[in-house]
């Protein structure tokens, strides 16, 4: 597979989770193990520019395809993506566990819905679960973010 756009490789047993590959054997920690039963989205990555969870995506189903993780939004020089620097700006994390997924799945949210309204944000990122912010300044970073019109470069 593709990851970050680096070609990432490696035999691993039928049941390997993305989620296990990434941190495991691509050594990119940005993505988070929560739940393990899809319910909390702490490992949201892109799998060919759509979320998913990648709890529940094995990495044999990822072969030949293109992933996405937190580490890979920012350019080559350090800049963070619009979304992430959003997140910055608008206090959009408190403890941070939520974070990557958060960003990910906001991310996919803005690239189908590039200007949404407070309650299609809160629809969108329904599947991502934060115990510490109360969602208001994720929202406001989402919606800060889509301001920007640079949501998805």
């Known amino acids: 597979m593709t990851v970050n756009g680096a070609a990432v490789g490696a035999e691993v047993a039928d049941r390997t989770l993305l989620v296990h590959f990434l941190r495991d054997v691509a050594?990119?920690?940005?993505?988070?193990?929560?739940?393990?039963?899809?319910?909390?989205?702490?490992?949201?990555?892109?799998?060919?520019g759509q979320s998913v969870k990648s709890c529940t995506v094995l990495a044999a189903q990822a072969d030949g395809h293109e992933v996405t993780t937190l580490e890979g939004l920012a350019d080559g020089d350090g800049e963070m993506h619009p979304v992430q620097r959003a997140f910055h700006a608008e206090h959009g994390l408190q403890c941070g566990f939520c974070t990557p997924g958060m960003v990910m799945a906001t991310v996919s949210l803005l690239?189908?819905?590039?200007?949404?309204?407070?309650?299609?944000?809160?629809?969108?990122l329904e599947g991502n679960l934060c115990r510490c912010t109360g969602y208001h300044n994720i929202v406001r970073a989402v919606l800060a973010a889509a301001g920007e019109g640079q949501a998805s470069r």
């Not at 050594?27 to 039963?37: P, R």
């Not at 690239?111 to 969108?124: F, K």
């Open 27 to 48: 050594g990119l920690t940005a993505t988070n193990v929560g739940c393990d039963t899809t319910s909390c989205g702490a490992c949201t990555v892109l799998l060919d």
């Open 111 to 124: 690239a189908e819905n590039p200007s949404p309204t407070e309650e299609q944000v809160r629809t969108g």
